[in-house]
């Protein structure tokens, strides 16, 4: 092999590994952004569960929707 191969041969290597690197860390990105999302969600879902409680808890300190069939709550 002449020395113009090897040598395009390492470079060949070092960017099969630079790609292979890359891909890495964008799996690695991916898993994080969707970790994220998903706690993002959940708190979200939280949040509109407060509400719901915080609009009842409202409600019935007014004397409104006493009768649990008429809460959106009631499940």
């Known amino acids: 092999m002449s020395d113009t191969e090897e040598h395009l041969l390492n470079l060949l290597k070092i960017a099969w590994q630079n790609e ?21 969600q959940r708190e979200i879902k939280r949040y509109e569960d407060l509400t719901k409680i915080y609009k009842r808890m409202f409600q019935i300190s007014n004397g409104e929707c006493v009768d649990e069939r008429d809460s959106d709550l009631s499940h």
């Open 20 to 40: 292979w690197r890359l891909k890495s860390q964008l799996a690695e990105r991916d898993e994080e952004m969707e970790r994220q999302r998903n706690e993002m």
